[in-house]
């Protein structure tokens, strides 16, 4: 058989090469070139990274900073962690991606491993996706098919005020900003969004017509907002009662975010699907949803739904070796201790008026609305957090921060928001 060799291992590779002009292309140049080649949707990044070590990053110009967003509860081992490097060269080295008339190990120890740290009851199962709105459109396409019957169908779905599931048509359908939505109506119909924490109106709103009801344990991207106390277990029995889905999209507070496996994991209450994705691959792309038990399971059956990319080798092995180092050094514990010393610190500082968040996803409100100019500040002073409302930040750095790097920034925060404060 003839093997081509058009491309050796001796070329340069042309990754490499743009990682050599570290220091002749300043980061404004690339930023020219982003803006006239990448579409606009993001507007302007704040900068151009290059390199990343633990919760390190640096920029295309050499300065350093401390990453406080772990792009956004992604990186949860941190950047360039050297195990989850490791599995996934040699997965990709061994077998990259199959396509899904075909499986494999690791695929399927991934779903036997979230089975597990989601304490699933016989019956549960795990569909792969790539991202967080690919999970939730899983999750969606499971809500649609609890359809009720021809006498009594079932067409709504309710998702709260403040929620964030994504950007693709049926995950814009459930997110509720109107800034978000408006330019791509029609959405996918059915979908009520019912006012946050509120237990009357979950109850009032849920009846024989609700196909599911789709929530967040703590609102993300609304401030880190979490439910209130009972609304868990409220959802439950109201949506119970009512034959209707209780879906929780863990896609930002699930695999560790909040100290726990999930973040509804302690509230002793049993959905009938999550969803992951941020950090369940440590950095690497992968979505899950898990459905509990068999009938919320047997709601989506051979040919409804499918992916190319869900669920390859890379992305599954990435995730375990992700999951490894979670459980085998103890992560979890510390991420409950370094944010309530993180939260402690925060409660302290002159100008900070709330402290929310579980574990390493904490928001904190200023007492003026400066959060942007604040994270102007912390980049020039080397901190990435960012800014989810006009007088909020939010932190989620990777789980292995440590109590030093959080003192670093309870440290720095007073200068911080008095240069915002000036700049205004
Ligand atoms: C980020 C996020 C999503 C969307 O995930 P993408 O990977 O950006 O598509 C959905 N739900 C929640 C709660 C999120 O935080």
Redesign the pocket.
């Known amino acids: 058989m003839k093997h081509s060799s058009e491309n050796t291992v001796t070329d340069k590779s042309p990754v490499q090469e743009l990682t050599d002009t570290r220091g002749h292309i300043t980061g404004a140049d690339w930023l020219a070139r982003y803006s006239s080649s990448v579409l606009g949707v993001f507007g302007a990044p704040q900068r151009v990274l290059v390199r990343g070590s633990g919760c390190l990053v640096w920029d295309a110009d050499g300065k350093e900073y401390l990453d406080l967003l772990g792009g ?2 992604v990186n949860a081992l941190g950047h360039a962690h050297p195990f989850v490097t490791s599995v996934i060269s040699s997965q990709l080295a061994t077998l990259g991606h199959v396509s899904n008339f075909f499986t494999s190990p690791t695929q399927i120890a991934l779903a036997e491993k979230l089975l597990e740290i989601s304490h699933a009851p016989a019956g549960s199962r795990v569909f792969f996706a790539n ?6 459109e899983a999750a969606f396409k499971l809500a649609r098919r609890n359809a009720g019957s021809a006498a009594t169908p079932r067409t709504k779905i309710i998702a709260l005020e403040g ?6 048509m049926g ?1 814009l359908a459930l997110t509720a900003k109107e800034a978000y939505r408006a330019p791509f109506a029609p959405l996918p119909a059915g979908v009520v969004h019912i006012p946050f924490g509120d237990i009357e109106a979950l109850r009032a709103a849920v009846d024989d017509t609700t196909a599911a009801v789709f929530l ?1 344990p703590i ?3 609304a401030g880190v907002r979490p439910l209130p106390a009972g609304y868990l277990q409220a959802a439950r029995e109201a949506t119970t009662a009512a034959g209707a889905l209780l879906i929780l ?5 699930g695999i560790g975010r909040t100290g726990k496996w999930l973040a509804s994991g302690d509230t002793g209450i049993v959905p009938d699907a999550i ?1 992951l ?2 950090g369940l691959g440590g950095g690497f ?1 992968i ?1 899950a949803l898990v459905t509990f038990g068999p009938v919320a399971s047997g709601l989506l059956t051979a040919g409804q739904h499918g992916t190319t990319f869900g669920g390859n080798p890379v992305a599954t092995a990435a995730a375990l070796a992700t999951l490894h180092v979670l459980e085998n050094q103890h992560v979890l514990a510390r991420v409950r201790a370094v944010g309530e010393h993180l939260r402690a610190g925060l409660a302290g500082i002159h100008g900070v008026t709330e402290v929310r968040g579980e574990g390493l996803l904490i928001g904190f409100d200023l007492d003026a609305d400066v959060a942007p100019a604040v994270v102007q500040a912390g980049l020039d002073a080397g901190f990435i957090v960012n800014s989810p409302g006009p007088r909020t930040i939010r932190l989620a750095p990777p789980l292995i921060l440590s109590t030093e790097q959080a003192d670093q920034f309870l440290a720095a925060l007073p200068a911080l928001l008095q240069t915002a404060k000036d700049a205004q």
């Not at 991202?131 to 939730?136: P, W, Y």
């Not at 999209?249 to 507070?253: A, I, N, S, Y």
Request: proline residues 3%.
């Open positions: 956004i509860a991202s967080g709105a690919e999970a939730i929620a964030f599931h994504g950007r693709t995950a967040e609102q993300g991207e999209d863990e896609v930002q507070t969803t994705a941020k792309p979505g």
